[in-house]
């Protein structure tokens, strides 16, 4: 399966050395003075599909990283509210984007229709919806939308994903009930709580 976005071959920006820009990224979330792009590395080029070659990347003070770990990004963000701290976990779940996270187990999180066409997708142009289902098939495999809590200084969302834990090879897919703590300098951690075989037709696209 291949997913071409909308700015895949448009203008491409060098960002360093090391990266050119596909896109710059549209998040609340950050300082100001840090920018998010999707690039791909000036030494590998790229191919098809896209996807395959494709990574995020932080700009800050003049230089410029891959965010392999959503952790990476502490400091360069202030989490503000209860959507912001769900727009920034979703960063590694979106359809806009969970194909970023190549040094992650893919991961994206399973929401119905209503919700999904509601999902933020970081000014990234039309992609495929992987993910979203419907209401009833949610209620019938016991999984419950996305939920976010105020705890002292910090947010706690519990929600459901759906992940590939064999990038290589033979796809294995699970689904995982996590609870994440996300601190408003961007500090997170993830817990399982839950965790059980998919057993209906949901999948996770494969860019190899």
């Given at each position: 399966?291949i997913i071409l976005h909308a700015f895949a071959f448009a203008a491409i920006t060098a960002l360093s050395p090391d990266y050119?820009?596909?896109?710059?990224?549209?998040?609340?979330?950050?300082?100001?003075?840090?920018?998010?792009?999707?690039?791909?590395g000036q030494k590998n080029g790229f191919g098809l599909p896209i996807e395959g070659f494709e990574y995020l990347a932080l700009?800050?003070?003049?230089?410029?990283?891959?965010?392999?770990?959503?952790?990476?990004?502490?400091?360069?963000?202030?989490?503000?509210?209860?959507?912001?701290?769900?727009?920034?976990?979703?960063?590694?779940?979106?359809?806009?984007?969970?194909?970023?996270?190549?040094?992650?187990?893919?991961?994206?999180?399973?929401?119905?229709?209503?919700?999904?066409?509601?999902?933020?997708?970081?000014?990234?142009?039309?992609?495929?919806?992987?993910?979203?289902?419907?209401?009833?098939?949610?209620?019938?495999?016991?999984?419950?939308?996305?939920?976010?809590?105020?705890?002292?200084?910090?947010?706690?969302?519990?929600?459901?994903?759906?992940?590939?834990?064999?990038?290589?090879?033979?796809?294995?897919?699970?689904?995982?009930?996590?609870?994440?703590?996300?601190?408003?300098?961007?500090?997170?951690?993830?817990r399982v709580l839950k965790q059980m075989p998919v057993t209906n037709g949901w999948f996770i696209p494969r860019f190899e």
């Amino acid at each position: 399966m291949i997913i071409l976005h909308a700015f895949a071959f448009a203008a491409i920006t060098a960002l360093s050395p090391d990266y050119s820009a596909l896109h710059k990224l549209n998040a609340s979330f950050l300082k100001a003075g840090a920018s998010l792009h999707i690039v791909f590395g000036q030494k590998n080029g790229f191919g098809l599909p896209i996807e395959g070659f494709e990574y995020l990347a932080l700009t800050r003070s003049g230089k410029t990283k891959v965010v392999r770990h959503l952790n990476e990004l502490r400091g360069s963000v202030e989490i503000k509210s209860s959507k912001e701290a769900l727009d920034y976990v979703r960063l590694r779940t979106s359809p806009a984007t969970w194909y970023l996270w190549k040094a992650e187990d893919e991961a994206i999180e399973i929401m119905d229709e209503d919700h999904a066409r509601m999902l933020v997708n970081y000014g990234v142009g039309p992609c495929l919806q992987v993910g979203d289902t419907t209401r009833a098939d949610m209620d019938q495999a016991g999984i419950s939308a996305a939920t976010v809590t105020t705890i002292h200084q910090s947010y706690r969302i519990t929600r459901w994903l759906l992940l590939d834990l064999t990038p290589q090879g033979h796809q294995k897919l699970i689904l995982r009930r996590v609870e994440e703590d996300v601190d408003t300098d961007g500090g997170y951690k993830m817990r399982v709580l839950k965790q059980m075989p998919v057993t209906n037709g949901w999948f996770i696209p494969r860019f190899e």
